[in-house]
Every structure is written in structure tokens, then in C-alpha cells.
């Protein structure tokens, strides 16, 4: 099966940049998504398209794609950015859709 | 801005069928731009799409429930359901709708989750 691989976990302080990476081999021929998740809520999507922030994400949250590797930086970390994050991209054969296994963003 | 709502038992039996709707507002679920998909959060887990169904009642299962699962669309009420049948204590989860934009690039079918319910957790238990 084709899986997504993300840290499980990614700590910061205040202030400084949080960089969350997923893996997978389809990369790059395939967009990726990021979804942030604090607890009991549901998901928001951050950005789209590997690079395209949603209307109303603050500008401290950007991506990049290098290679089979796609990044969502967060720059200025601030408290209310500790959530979980999760990457998406598209899957192959039987399945339209995969998700990474999440990172929790802990700032310090 | 579009909004969408999950209801359902939040018990269900085991060998039951799990049955929730999605009620949609601020948009239309026969617009044709987007489809309307299921995804589920097991506890402490990670997201798993199940699957997503268009205005049209056209459907696209995942892989992890396809045989168990049926998708279906009232555009009456503006809503889509979801019924997941024999369910065991694995299928006990969060489950969340979720407004889903596609376009096709020369590679792929994309599809991202632009808006979510709320969520609803469902137990499966005797």
C-alpha cells in the first residue's frame, strides 16, 4: 500500500519556525493538502495545493514541495499553533484519497 | 459560508448499521463543483476517508470499508447519508462530512476537504 509518512511529533518555542514534513513517493506528481487539527475540534484545512493558504490562514503558515518531500513551515510560532497536523494527497489504485499519520505540534 | 452538521445515533450494535446524515447549509448539494465525502477518526488516531458521493448520487468507496459501506444523496433536504453495515467495535470513531473540491491535472484526480462538520462520535458496543 502507498502511505504518507509525517514526524509524530515536532516541538518549538514561541517565536521560532515549526517545519512539518510528509513523504511519500507520489509526491511529485500529486498536490498536497494540510489539515490542522487542535483537540475536540475538527480538522481546518491550512494550505492547499502544496502552496496555496486558504482565506483567513494567517501568513505564517506556508508550503513548499521538494521532491518526494512536502513541507508546511509555520513561521512565528505562536501558543494557539499547537495542534495536530495532518498531510493529504491523492492515493493510487483503490483508494482516491490518503492521509499521513499526523504530527502534534507541541510548543514549548 | 457553507456549513455542514452531522446526526445519528451516536450508539450503535455490533452487526448493526451505523447510519448518520449530513445536513448541508450556505450551499447546495446539487451545485455539481464539489462532492461530499465521509471521514472517520478512530480515538487517538489518525483521519481515514471512507468515501464521498456527488450530487448525482455517484459514488467513490476507499478501500477500508467498500464492502460494507452505502453512500446516497436527498437533494430535498439538501443532505447525504452514510450507512455503514455489520459494524464490530472497530468501527467505533469520530465521524466527520466534509465539502470536497477536485480538479484533474495531468497525473491525478485531486480532491482536499475545504469545509467540516463538526464531527459525531459513534460507539459500537452491545
Known amino acids: 500500500s502507498y502511505d504518507l509518512t509525517q514526524p509524530p511529533s515536532v516541538s518549538v518555542s514561541p517565536g521560532q519556525t515549526a517545519r512539518i514534513t510528509c513523504s511519500g513517493d507520489?509526491?511529485?506528481?500529486?498536490?498536497t493538502y494540510w489539515y490542522q487539527q487542535k483537540p475536540g475540534q475538527a480538522p481546518v484545512l491550512v494550505m492547499y495545493?502544496?502552496?496555496e493558504r486558504p482565506s483567513g490562514i494567517p501568513g505564517r503558515f506556508s508550503g513548499s514541495s521538494s521532491g518526494t518531500t512536502v513541507t508546511l513551515t509555520i513561521s512565528g510560532v505562536q501558543a494557539e499553533d499547537e495542534a495536530d497536523y495532518y498531510c493529504?494527497?491523492?492515493?493510487?489504485?483503490?483508494?482516491?484519497?490518503?492521509f499521513g499519520g499526523g504530527t502534534k505540534l507541541t510548543v514549548l | 459560508q457553507v456549513q455542514l452538521q452531522e446526526s445519528g445515533p451516536g450508539l450503535v450494535r455490533p452487526s448493526q448499521t451505523l447510519s448518520l446524515t449530513c445536513t448541508i447549509s450556505?450551499?447546495?448539494?446539487?451545485?455539481?463543483?464539489?462532492?461530499w465525502s465521509w471521514i472517520r477518526q478512530h480515538p487517538g488516531k489518525g483521519l481515514e476517508w471512507i468515501g464521498y458521493t456527488y450530487g448525482t448520487g455517484r459514488t467513490f468507496y476507499g478501500p477500508s470499508v467498500k464492502s460494507r459501506v452505502t453512500m446516497s444523496v436527498d437533494t430535498s433536504k439538501n443532505q447525504f447519508s452514510l450507512k455503514l453495515k455489520s459494524v464490530t467495535a472497530a468501527d467505533t470513531a469520530v465521524y466527520y462530512c466534509?465539502?470536497?473540491?477536485?480538479?484533474?491535472?495531468?497525473?491525478?484526480?485531486?480532491?482536499?476537504?475545504?469545509?467540516w462538520g463538526q464531527g459525531a462520535l459513534v460507539t459500537v458496543s452491545p
Open positions: 450556505g450551499g447546495s448539494i446539487s451545485s455539481g463543483s464539489y462532492y
Open positions: 507520489a509526491l511529485p506528481d500529486q498536490y
Open positions: 493529504q494527497s491523492a492515493g493510487r489504485s483503490d483508494s482516491y484519497v490518503i
Open positions: 495545493k502544496d502552496t
Open positions: 466534509a465539502r470536497t473540491s477536485f480538479f484533474t491535472t495531468v497525473t491525478t484526480n485531486e480532491h482536499y476537504f475545504d469545509f
